[in-house]
């Protein structure tokens, strides 16, 4: 069964910086796009970045010249890395990745279990 473990999150203060993980096991053929959603109190769920095979980027305007999406295909893992954080990034952040498993299975979204990221001072 594969799974989604993510890592890094805590508490930072306002400008200061983490670097999020993300690395897939068990079962995988193979891995199409990975990306980072969060939710924040009282918010929907956004997506914050994304990254293609190919290493093709987008993100969230909010987060634009201060986050950065990256990706390791040969440990089936995405990494997110924060600078500049702002009280507004606050938020339980998911990692996201469409998986096939084999050559019989299509190709599922998988979520990891989200990690908290707190910005205060």
């Known amino acids: 069964q594969v799974q989604l473990v993510e890592s890094g999150g805590g508490l930072v203060q306002p400008g200061g910086s983490l670097r999020l993980s993300c690395a897939a096991s068990?079962?995988?053929?193979?891995?199409?796009?990975m990306g980072w959603y969060r939710r924040a109190p009282g918010k929907q769920r956004e997506l914050v970045a994304a990254?293609?095979?190919?290493?093709?980027?987008v993100y969230v305007d909010s987060v634009k010249g201060r986050f950065t999406i990256s990706r390791d295909n040969t440990k089936n893992t995405t990494y997110l890395q924060m600078n500049n954080l702002k009280p507004e990034d606050t938020a339980v952040y998911y990692c996201n990745a469409n998986i096939r498993e084999n050559w019989y299975s299509s190709e599922v979204p998988k979520w990891g279990q989200g990690t908290q990221v707190t910005v205060s001072s």
């Open positions: 068990g079962s995988i053929l193979r891995i199409n796009r």
């Open positions: 990254i293609s095979t190919g290493g093709d980027t």
